[in-house]
């Protein structure tokens, strides 16, 4: 098998220094504070609801404060991390998403908790940008890399409905986010002491893996970001991500909400969002081989259309139990997506964009967690909880359709 784009047989094999791994087990600890975040929306949303006396419609400004945070992040990531540094901008990234927590935790007035997941949402589209790219760059088992880097999510995000739910039964309901908080000062330490404010290039550089001709500018017009911006397929891949993190977090975040209110689910229905966001985690690294049996391009639309088949089962068949083995199932299935198409991107652009690339479909990418969420609370307010499983469908069918468009090879770069 040919090494990746960008990378040489010695490259491929040569053996990282063990600072390198301290720099992506960094990554891991981002990655699964960001999936910590996601996965505890679904659980708290009812007692939320409860303790503003807020309807779906108000509530779901939670999510547009989110995608607004991940909307700056991905309008200023690339233009911050050439100004500032890589290093820099993580640093600032995991302060902005503390503050979130330090500001929510004492279950303050609702516009001041909404204005708490712009902060978070900010801050988590710089990290996670950051995440992508730097693994990205190490050029050695990258597909193996992202998968077990997207696991951490899924262990975050499996792992936070199991307390936020405890608490959601409690009078300090808003207590869960000092548990976040604790964990964002361990992941802001972390980022401090091991990426020291230092540049992307300073990093790899010390772990042995100096930028190539092919990693610079070949003297394409404008700036950096106007030359992305260029990028047809840039847009499209950004569109699939958007799609698929908002079908996730959609799903993990309203699914609890959907099996009290239609399937008599009591309030351990929070445990329900463990179990998507555990065959997420699950999916991630199970399904490695069938990956590289299918092929990562087919592997997608593969897991999309088993995807809408076991949503069907979860809108149409009235079981709560069989109801919540088909979500787990699709969370599974959903699970490898991502990685799959972070590879996927250092195959179709250049090495010297892969970075900003990775970051700016990164950042809109994960605005959809926001954006997309909220839809479907608007459409609640409406019609009731019951819109979520056709809502969810739709986005699954309009996933693979933006998939078909998205090129398997790269395009010439003129």
Known sequence: MSAPQGTTNSESNRRLPFRAHVMYATTLTMMFLAGWNDGTTGPLLPRIQ?????????????????????????????????????????????????????????????????????????????????ANTFVAGLKQHVSTRLAVLHACYGAGALSAPLVAT???????????YLVSLGLALINICAIASVYKFRTFEALLTEIGIPPTANDRDNGLSGSKYQQIMRL?????????????????????????????????????????????????????????????????????????????????????????????????????????????????????????LLSGCIGWIAAIG????????FVTGALASKVGIKVLQPVVVSMMAVMVGVWALVPNSPRRFD
């Open 232 to 352: 047809r397929d840039v847009h499209l891949i950004a569109l699939f991500i958007l799609i698929y993190v908002g079908t996730e977090v959609t799903l993990g975040g309203w699914i609890v909400t959907y099996i009290i209110d239609l399937r008599g689910g009591g309030s351990s229905s929070g445990y329900i969002s463990s179990g998507f966001f555990g065959g997420l985690m699950v999916g991630r690294i199970a399904l490695l081989g069938v990956n590289k049996l299918v092929g990562e391009r087919r592997a997608i639309f593969l897991y999309g259309i088993l995807c809408i088949a076991l949503e069907i089962v979860v809108w149409l068949v009235p079981s709560l139990v069989g109801g919540a083995v088909a979500v787990a199932g699709v969370g599974m299935l959903l699970g490898p997506m991502y990685p799959l198409v972070m590879s996927h991107t250092r195959r179709v652009f250049p090495p010297y």
């Open 50 to 130: 409860v303790a503003y006396n807020v309807r779906f419609a108000i509530v779901s400004l939670i999510f547009v404060f989110n995608f607004l945070g991940f909307a700056v992040a991905a309008a200023l990531n690339v233009y911050l991390t050439d100004r500032f540094g890589f290093g820099k901008v993580l640093f600032v990234g995991a302060v902005s998403q503390m503050i979130g927590y330090a500001l929510e935790a004492p279950a303050p007035p609702f516009p001041i908790f909404v204005l708490g997941q712009f902060f978070m949402g900010l801050g988590i589209a710089l990290q996670l940008s950051g």
């Open 166 to 176: 405890q608490f959601s039964q409690l009078p300090r309901w808003s207590f869960h």
């Open 366 to 373: 994960q605005s959809g967690s926001a954006f997309l969420p």
